[in-house]
């Protein structure tokens, strides 16, 4: 960032924003390690669903397989994480953070194919610390947390059934043409809109403001939860770990983000020189995701078969996901 960018962070800080508040980096450190929990669930989930020899995207069967059950816990321990995160910090402190769980996804699966990491992973991993590190710390001296009103909670509600629709459709589409990456896709706008929705909803508690149209919150970001995770499942029976956690880690921060400058206004305070490094760090960690995403395994490059294999990242065929 350029040296002129410090004075006009200042008077940002100085001018009664409430940028800068005694437990406003306390988000930080419970959002990473709420992104670890992410990770290591995720990773759990995805042997669940490749176990036993078979890919199964079945509710009914999936609670029976005791991996898939503990990967889902550690998953809900990972949003409890979030919801206590949004708390206290902004959505554009909050949710980029989540990327790092790519890293320990790819630090995990390292550590039991027992082969290092290729370059191009390497590249990833310090493109996305960098980006990340970067992002949040820019977002955490400019962000602000902002007054919820109801038009705010009502175009995000608005905005949210068109993301509900083209989930559906993209879950049609899944039946005859499966793809784990429109899945995941689709997962991570939904995950985006549940992030900002707690947000919202928990400032409006905050403001002593629980009227029907937060229960109509409540409700979206049940219906957002519920669908989000059956499209994870998806994911998962037709794609690695990789692209899974890489697709979550980039549309649901930029899905939040979006939102959070659009509708909630949480960078109105920011000066230009905090916009252009935003767009520097944003680029840099989604640059970093998608090396990620498109480099291959340690277990695709060991050519083992199963859970990460050449064989696993195929889509399923027509009778290979059911449900």
Request: charged share 10%; glycine share 12%.
């Amino acid at each position: 960032m350029a040296v002129g960018a410090v004075p006009a962070i200042t008077v940002g800080l100085s001018a009664g924003h409430g940028v800068f508040s005694s437990t406003h980096w306390l988000g930080i450190p419970i959002a990473l390690l709420g992104a670890v929990l992410l990770a290591v669930g995720t990773i759990f989930q995805g042997r669940g669903v490749a176990a036993r020899g078979a890919q199964e995207t079945r509710f009914r069967r999936l609670v029976r397989r005791p991996v898939w059950a503990v990967g889902t816990s550690l998953i809900g321990g990972a949003i409890l994480l979030q919801l206590a995160a949004l708390r206290f910090s902004p959505l554009m402190v909050v949710q980029p953070i989540g990327a790092s769980a790519l890293i320990v996804t790819v630090l995990a699966n390292v550590r039991l194919s027992r082969q290092l990491p290729s370059r191009r992973q390497t590249l990833a991993i310090i493109l996305c610390v960098a980006g990340i590190a970067a992002f949040v710390g820019i977002a955490s001296l400019t962000a602000q947390d902002v007054d919820i009103s109801d038009s705010h909670l009502r175009t995000i509600l608005i905005v949210l059934a068109f993301a509900v629709v083209g989930a559906v459709v993209a879950s049609a589409r899944n039946r005859t043409h499966p793809s784990a990456a429109l899945s995941t896709a689709a997962a991570g706008i939904l995950y985006g809109f549940v992030a900002t929705l707690v947000k919202t909803v928990l400032g409006r508690m905050a403001q002593g403001n629980f009227s029907w149209l937060s229960l109509a919150g409540l409700v979206g970001m049940g219906v957002a939860v519920v669908m989000g995770a059956r499209l994870v499942q998806k994911a998962h029976a037709g794609g690695s770990d990789e692209l899974v956690v890489a697709g979550l880690t980039v549309v649901d921060p930029l899905t939040a983000v979006t939102l959070g400058i659009v509708v909630l206004g949480e960078a109105d305070a920011a000066p230009p020189q905090a916009w252009a490094g935003f767009v520097a760090a944003g680029a840099a960690a989604v640059a970093g995701v998608w090396f990620m995403a498109t480099s291959r395994g340690p277990e695709q490059r060991a050519g083992r078969k199963g859970h990460g294999s050449p064989d696993r990242a195929q889509p399923d065929g027509p009778h290979g996901s059911r449900g």
